[in-house]
């Protein structure tokens, strides 16, 4: 691959799942699998509630960027922000849209050599690098998820069509519903949260991140 396409990227606090609350850059690829492709439709039905924007490069920290090097010296640059000296492991989590549309073997590498844990959030339909070290997957409905093993599932919840019985044995560490954020579905949260109640394999996730106001 020639370059990655970057639509921002930022220091922050990872706000969901059970890395939250953990310092981390955050480098949100641009594109998606599951886009229609048009500006005003952005992205397919299965995934209409979607809260991110992943066209372009024009975000803060966004550009394009020459090769796996010139990615991660911004990404470990970001890390570095605010750091007297640095301490513990740094983590990037690589996102998007959808990430393995762009993520390779330099870019992993590159990645590591500067000292990341790399964790991923992908929606599963692409095979995942095996040089990730923490794999959350978010379902969508109406798609073919083909990595059903990793750390976290991470199912954006309710959402017609979702076999959650199925899921259950996908081989993740962690299987976690979190409230969809969306007008036509204002229970979400109690919806979940009775969810839990009723099925203990499962765990409550929170965008803690939103209610804090970071990105």
């Not at 690098?129 to 093993?149: E, F, L, M, N, Y």
């Amino acid at each position: 691959m020639s370059g990655y396409a970057v639509k921002e990227s930022f220091l922050t606090l990872q706000g969901e799942g059970l890395q939250a609350g953990r310092r981390a850059v955050f480098v949100r690829f641009a594109g998606c699998n599951l886009w229609s492709g048009r500006e005003r439709d952005r992205v397919r039905a299965e995934c209409s509630f979607c809260d991110t924007d992943f066209v372009g490069t024009d975000g803060d920290g966004g550009g394009r960027f020459a090769d796996a090097d010139a990615l991660a010296e911004h990404a470990r640059a970001l890390w570095e922000r605010g750091l007297d000296a640095p301490t513990g492991e740094p983590l990037v989590v690589l996102t998007g849209g959808e990430p393995m549309l762009q993520v390779d073997d330099a870019l992993v590498a590159a990645l590591k050599a500067r000292g990341f844990c790399l964790a991923i959030e992908t929606n599963g339909t692409l095979p995942v690098h095996s040089g990730i070290d923490w794999v959350c997957v978010s379902p969508k409905a109406g798609t073919t998820v083909v990595q059903r093993s990793g750390q976290e599932l991470k199912v954006v919840w309710p959402q017609p069509g979702l076999d959650m019985a199925a899921m259950e044995g996908w081989r993740f560490d962690h299987h976690l519903v979190q409230p969809i954020d969306h007008p036509a579905e204002p229970r979400a949260r109690d919806r979940c949260v009775d969810w839990v109640l009723g099925h203990p394999r499962w765990r409550l996730s929170l965008q803690t991140h939103k209610a804090l106001g970071l990105r």
